[in-house]
């Protein structure tokens, strides 16, 4: 069976490539011709022949493109996932510019707000239980079975402390006039009734008095909570007493660890990237793509000419360079993508700005270099 291999031209229609991602895209058109001349001549044509046909030479000019798209995408997606994950996934990346947000640094900080009790992602909820004289032991699990909490719950502040002291200087309800003003004695004035305010000093060293009187003579308000078992001081001696509490739901804090969002960009595989555009992909980005085209053909030549070891010729042997075109190829290609990712890398927004950064040091120490006069008038 004879199969026909390259004749030294070309020429490209749409549905030559496997996958036509860029068969509509003139300048693509224009230069798939242009890229099978080049990687023919660069393999030794028409010196030696080349055991390709052009389809094959559009097949890696296809992959090569995608490729270098792919390892750019994958790179702007590692520098902004942060920044565009939760938007919708139908956003199309490839052109936007990218603004850094602190949205998604809030909402992996909300853990700790929630532990400190100043907000996010998890509610605090407020509950209460009625004490029992003689009773100094509650369970707060079974609490929260009575109330048909499921998942269990995790107390956050327990409300057990004595009455101000301020409140046992004075009674503040007497003191109506001025809403609640402390004072003492009345006068009058004009027809009007007033109130004379306790000075300050006074205030606090009263209320620092009761504070240490109850310290030494009463007992001490306080609790004890080890595994949602809540033992209070003192024991209660009357029953219908009210104990406070906050707490959260444990299986709200676990709910809150996995956010439904079908059509949000939740992960690398569904961020909003697409195949380049061919005709943008400037002369940098293509001299690279030509490069891993050939190396793609290098490779691709050396499997067909492994399947002879050795061709017969009149009198001798012609040996194939097979693994020498393998091997030639498969290295240029991880010295390529190697290459391109130091680029991509060099270019990131982190070494952009410390670029940026050195500059700035670098102009400042030039221009403090810069001998200053000295001005007499």
């Not at 996958?19 to 001349?37: P, R």
């Not at 044509?45 to 995608?66: G, R, S």
């Not at 079974?142 to 002291?165: L, M, N, V, Y």
Request: with cysteine; glycine share 8%.
């Amino acid at each position: 069976m004879n199969i026909s291999i390259y004749p030294g031209s070309s020429s490209f229609f749409p549905g030559n490539t496997p996958f036509g991602f860029y068969d509509n895209d003139y300048q693509f058109q224009t230069d798939a011709d242009k890229v099978v001349t080049f990687c023919a001549r660069r393999l030794g044509y028409p010196i030696m022949e080349v055991e390709l046909q052009d389809l094959n030479f559009y097949t890696a000019f296809e992959e090569a493109v995608t490729t270098y798209g792919n390892e750019l995408y994958a790179y702007q997606v590692r520098d902004n996932l942060l920044s565009i994950e939760g938007i919708p996934t139908s956003s199309n990346l490839n052109h936007a510019t990218i603004t850094p947000s602190l949205n998604n640094i809030i909402r992996l900080s909300q853990q700790y707000a929630v532990e400190a009790g100043t907000g996010g992602n998890v509610n605090y909820y407020s509950g209460s239980l009625t004490t029992i004289a003689n009773i100094q032991d509650y369970n707060l699990t079974d609490w929260a079975i009575s109330q048909s909490i499921t998942g269990g719950i995790e107390i956050k502040r327990i409300f057990w402390q004595p009455p101000p002291a301020v409140n046992q200087v004075y009674n503040l309800s007497v003191f109506s006039g001025l809403g609640g003003v402390p004072a003492v004695g009345s006068y009058g004035l004009f027809g009007s009734t007033g109130f004379l305010m306790y000075p300050t000093s006074l205030l606090l060293q009263s209320a620092q008095a009761v504070e240490m009187q109850n310290q030494i003579s009463l007992a001490d308000y306080t609790f004890e909570l080890i595994n949602n078992q809540l033992r209070i001081f003192p024991i209660p001696s009357y029953d219908g007493g009210k104990i406070w509490f906050q707490y959260l739901s444990l299986k709200e804090r676990i709910d809150s660890v996995v956010g439904s969002t079908p059509t949000s960009v939740t992960n690398v595989s569904n961020a909003g990237y697409s195949n380049p555009t061919y005709t943008q992909i400037n002369s940098i980005g293509r001299q690279w793509i030509f490069e891993y085209t050939l190396a793609l053909s290098k490779e691709m030549l050396g499997y067909v000419r492994g399947k002879y070891s050795t061709v017969p010729i009149p009198g001798a042997e012609v040996t194939l360079n097979q693994n020498e075109l393998v091997t030639a190829g498969k290295e240029e290609k991880t010295a390529l993508i190697t290459n391109l990712r130091l680029y991509f890398d060099d270019t990131s927004r982190q070494k952009l700005l410390e670029r940026r950064q050195a500059e700035s040091v670098a102009r400042q120490f030039e221009i403090s270099q810069v001998p200053m006069t000295i001005f007499i008038g």
